[in-house]
């Protein structure tokens, strides 16, 4: 049986890359921590529907060490990209996530 140590000490986080072709390369998305999820939940609530897609690729998708790609100041120009990129990445954020295909839409 595990420890509460050993479980406090496992990086559980996980790492998936994503093949973009139509921005010429691969991101990763990442699984995201309850904590994550609390202010992803938290900032939805205050979010602009128009901006909640980019905001949930701000959350999730990073480089492959796990660094975030996105903050806040770049939702203004990800909403503007393809929209059906948008949802690939966003589909693929919940699916890392354990997140209903409409999690986005339902916060």
């Not at 990073?62 to 990129?85: H, P, T, Y």
């Amino acid at each position: 049986m595990l420890t509460r140590e050993q479980i406090k000490g496992v990086n559980d986080t996980t790492l998936t890359e994503v093949e973009v072709p139509e921005w010429g390369g691969s991101v990763f998305v990442r699984s995201l921590s309850g904590g994550d999820v609390a202010k992803l939940r938290d900032r939805f609530a205050k979010t602009k529907e128009d901006d909640k897609f980019a905001l949930m690729l701000v959350a999730c998708v990073c480089s492959e060490d796990g660094a975030q790609l996105f903050d806040e100041s770049d939702i203004g120009w990800l909403r503007e990209k393809n929209m059906r990129v948008l949802l690939s990445l966003v589909n693929e954020c919940n699916a890392a996530n354990g997140f209903d295909d409409d999690e986005t839409e339902k916060n």
